[in-house]
């Protein structure tokens, strides 16, 4: 029955994660690209997250999978909604958190919680790679720069440059077209973040937002995007340390809770 080890795998469209709960809380966690096979994402992102424990497979007492890809994982215990586990693992880490935005890799979402973690409603934007992690990795790729660059560099530029398509194929083209017309860099960056923030801020007209705000996903290490988000909302934001692993938190607090029979 293991060690009282917990576990908690979100496997998603871009990278994978794997996170071990002790009684004592987080002991490691592991982050992969999930690449073509989410099984072997889901078993290197483990034996990762085990090996930086010091750790057996034999200590873990139970594994819940969450993302696109939980159905993949042979050797969870169950399943869960990443809308679920990201609410979770964000109210465990920020407990006054009511809202939560996680953009990912290939969607983005905006979900609302109560006082005790649980999801109360939520938008979801997974029809297209608008506002998306990809989004910004095709840009990235246009500019020429770094995708860890581009929150640093878009904070140096006095303006943002209005992007007028969310459409990857077409705003490829435009921010093409932008740096051959001359302009900064670091102002088509800055658009770019803009962009993608309003489309986020749009989306939650539908819901009810309240303080504090709390991010999670890869584009939460964007420090353009996050400070375009503070100005819209003018509410409190909080960013994990590591934001990526939100999802797979939640999972193994999930696991935890099955494992000593409150879930």
Do not use: W
């Not at 993949?72 to 990201?86: D, K, L, N, S």
């Not at 290939?106 to 939520?122: A, P, W």
């Amino acid at each position: 029955m293991g060690e009282g080890i917990y576990v908690g795998i979100d496997i998603g469209s871009l990278s994978s994660e794997a996170v071990l709960l002790g009684e004592e809380g987080l002991l490691a966690y592991s982050i992969t690209n999930t690449g073509a096979n989410p099984q072997r994402a889901a078993r290197k992102c483990l034996e990762e997250a085990l090996a930086k424990a010091g750790l057996d497979k034999r200590a873990i007492s139970l594994v819940v999978a969450t993302g696109y890809g939980r159905i993949r994982v042979p050797f969870a215990t169950r399943e869960m909604t990443e809308i679920t586990c990201h609410a979770r693992g964000a109210h465990f880490l920020f407990p006054r958190t009511r809202t939560v935005i996680d953009i990912g890799g290939q969607d983005s979402k905006v979900i609302t919680l109560n006082e005790r973690g649980g999801v109360t409603d939520f938008v979801m934007n997974d029809k297209c790679a608008a506002g998306t992690g990809r989004f910004l990795e095709v840009m990235a790729t246009a500019l020429e720069t770094g995708l860890m660059d581009m929150g640093r560099r878009s904070l140096q530029a006095k303006k943002g440059i209005r992007i007028s398509s969310m459409c990857t194929v077409f705003a490829e083209s435009e921010v093409v077209s932008l740096i051959a017309d001359g302009y900064k860099e670091e102002e088509i960056i800055r658009g770019l973040h803009e962009a993608i923030s309003q489309r986020i801020f749009m989306m939650t007209k539908k819901l009810r937002v309240q303080e504090e705000i709390t991010l999670s996903g890869g584009v939460a290490k964007n420090q353009g995007i996050a400070e375009v988000l503070k100005a819209l909302f003018r509410k409190r934001i909080n960013i994990p340390a590591e934001p990526q692993i939100v999802g797979a938190l939640g999972a193994a607090l999930y696991a935890m809770d099955m494992a000593l029979g409150k879930g």
